[in-house]
């Protein structure tokens, strides 16, 4: 339960770091928070040559920002400080209600919202909200920066859009439209577990209390992060009233197909999208009246 | 490679080597001979080597020595007040909150964190705190007792 042998740099900017990742590439991997590489590299499920640790780039990375219309999750922000900022809150609550149910406070406390991201674990709070809200992910690398949405970034179990010559920078999120109500929702066996199954739920309702936009993503069930497109669509036009929340509820049980497991077997998984999406749905109405 | 780095621990400054691959736990008890910290699952799990890093109740088995250079730490010799034990060790055996004991050092300190962060009220509460440290022998009960007992002691 040691980690073989590696070389471990700590750059201390960002373009050092990108200059160690354009040199090393293939055998070097980033390390942020640690809390799933370390357990990778301890068990030797993963091997490196070279760990290229970011936790020195610069203090500009561990603080998220609201300016205008946009929230920013550079790299170095730890969960447990995106769980606390009021400030995110104000604009986007719906991570202060996902982040307590990512492992535990001792993890959260060194874990990174954009380590989450990259591991890209299939069953993982972060990626799921992030899809459902407006996400843009900045990347780096020498070669230059580009930016890709939620439903590019995430490609499969454990794989992103990410090159292994590159960094994700920061996630930059829209600030909801007003009237934009959101919703998360998990069940896991234990706490601080990874999900079974997440659903995370976004709805934007007109004067009339109409809803103008849904976006429902539920995780555990698919190698990412799965758009629930056939439940949204029932959702939008209606009031979220009871009809559209069954209608929705049926449309997630038809379009997940998951696959069982220890955990859980198939048709527990496939029940449980259902109703999580009840659930945050509910939640979503309640929260209009 | 190896590097000398610098750790302050429990208010005491220590300079030792520490290899690339050395993790913090590993350093704590095999380089300065603080062998509090226990290790159980080396995987983020357990919670056998919670201590506290800058402030923040962390797992020692996630995180390299070389990571851990100008920090100030926190670890379970710390805790006893003058050859006494403090508040919530003593709490921890009023209430038989351990057996074995191999649990507990990350116990108190995952504790001592929470207790600094605000007042724990109630059973609910107190297992959330707890949640993040396995026990193999007390069942919980007798750490969620010691847990607020302390708590009320410290913030009525
Ligand atoms: C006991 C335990 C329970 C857990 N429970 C949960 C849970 O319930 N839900 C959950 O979602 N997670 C859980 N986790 C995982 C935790 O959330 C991790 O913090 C997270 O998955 C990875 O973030 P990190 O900052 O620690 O990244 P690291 O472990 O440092 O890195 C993870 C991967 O991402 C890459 N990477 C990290 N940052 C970047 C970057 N900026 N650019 C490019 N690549 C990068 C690394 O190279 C590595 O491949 C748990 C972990 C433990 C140990
Ligand atoms: S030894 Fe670190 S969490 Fe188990
Ligand atoms: S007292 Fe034995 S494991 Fe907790």
Redesign the interface.
């Known amino acids: 339960m040691k980690p073989g042998r590696f070389t471990y740099h700590a750059p201390r900017s960002l373009d050092a770091a990108l200059a160690l990742l354009a040199e090393h590439g293939d055998e070097a991997k980033v390390l942020a928070g640690g809390q799933s590489l370390v357990p990778m590299l301890n068990f030797r499920l993963a091997q490196v040559d070279h760990l290229v640790d970011i936790n020195r780039i610069g203090p500009e990375f561990a603080g998220p920002k609201v300016t205008g219309d946009t929230v920013t999750i550079p790299a170095l922000v730890r969960q447990r400080v995106l769980e606390r900022s009021a400030e995110v809150a104000a604009v986007l609550p719906v991570f202060a209600a996902a982040l307590p149910q990512v492992a535990h406070p001792q993890i959260r406390n060194r874990g990174t919202v954009c380590g989450s991201c990259a591991h890209a674990d299939p069953a993982a709070e972060l990626p799921t909200v992030m899809s459902v809200v407006d996400s843009t992910f900045r990347i780096a690398s020498a070669r230059g920066t580009r930016e890709v949405d939620a439903a590019d970034f995430f490609q499969f179990h454990l794989t992103t859009a990410l090159e292994p010559d590159e960094l994700l920078t920061e996630v930059a999120i829209r600030v909801p439209q007003p009237g934009t109500r959101m919703a998360f929702k998990e069940f896991a066996t234990r706490r601080g577990d990874f999900a079974l199954v997440a659903v995370a739920a976004s709805a934007t309702v007109d004067e009339s209390g109409t809803v103008t936009a849904c976006r429902i993503a539920a995780a555990g069930v698919a190698p990412t992060p799965q758009r629930l497109h056939d439940a949204e669509a029932v959702v939008i036009g209606s009031t979220v009233d009871d009809e559209a929340i069954a209608a929705a509820e049926a449309a997630a049980s038809a379009a997940v197909d998951p696959t069982g497991d220890i955990h859980a077997t198939a048709e527990h998984r496939r029940r449980l999208t259902a109703v999580l999406v009840r659930r945050a749905l509910a939640e979503i109405k309640g929260d209009q009246s | ?1 190896t590097d000398n780095i610098t750790v302050t621990v429990n208010g005491k400054q220590h300079t030792a080597t520490a290899d ?2 050395l ?1 913090l736990a ?1 350093f704590l008890r095999e380089k300065l001979r603080l062998t509090g910290t226990h290790l159980g ?4 799990v357990c ?1 056998a080597c ?1 201590i506290i890093v800058d402030g ?4 020692s ?4 020595a ?2 851990a250079d100008g920090a100030e730490l926190e670890t379970v010799e710390g805790l006893a007040e003058g050859g006494k034990l403090n508040r919530l060790q003593q709490a921890f055996k009023d209430n038989y909150a351990l057996q074995c004991g191999f649990c507990t050092p990350g116990f108190l300190m ?1 504790v001592t ?2 207790l600094r962060e605000g007042p724990v009220r109630d059973e609910d509460e107190a ?3 707890l ?2 440290n396995i026990c193999r022998c007390t069942g919980y009960q007798g750490l969620v007792d010691a847990v607020l007992e302390t708590s009320k002691e410290m913030h009525s």
């Open positions: 490679m690339d691959r993790t590993d699952c080396e995987h983020g919670g919670t923040s109740a962390v797992r088995c996630l995180m390299l070389r990571q995952s964190a929470a297992r959330d705190v949640s993040g």
